[in-house]
């Protein structure tokens, strides 16, 4: 089985930088992809940033110049680095890491969610 925890949350004022990590624990896993989503209230959940193994890194247009996702393999952790924070950015942020167990079928493995707050 394999967990996943999210950390690194928070309020942060406008302008400002929150890092966003995902860590998943287990045995005999590996990482094939990874995927940053936010949702907003009232709003539809949104892919911010992702890569596949071997692939460059995709973000949306929103966050481009300001996010850049980044994994430390010896780690088992993937980031989030959020810099120049506004309003719009407020979201309930979700990892998804593409994982197989034992060399068996990928699945998506979802972190908890976690809160981040652009406010003055």
């Known amino acids: 089985q394999v967990q996943i925890v999210e950390s690194g949350g928070g309020l942060v004022q406008p302008g400002g930088s929150l890092r966003l990590s995902c860590a998943a624990s287990?045995?005999?896993?590996?990482?094939?992809?990874v995927g940053w989503y936010r949702q907003a209230p009232g709003k539809q959940s949104e892919l911010v940033a992702g890569f596949t193994r071997g692939s460059s890194s995709n973000y949306a247009d929103s966050v481009k110049g300001r996010f850049t996702i980044s994994s430390d393999n010896s780690k088992n952790t993937v980031y989030l680095q959020m810099n120049s924070l506004n309003p719009e950015d407020t979201a309930v942020y979700y990892c998804a890491l593409a994982i197989s167990v034992g060399g068996l079928e990928v699945k998506v493995y979802w972190g908890q969610g976690i809160q981040v707050t652009v406010s003055s």
């Open positions: 287990g045995s005999s896993f590996s990482i094939h992809g």
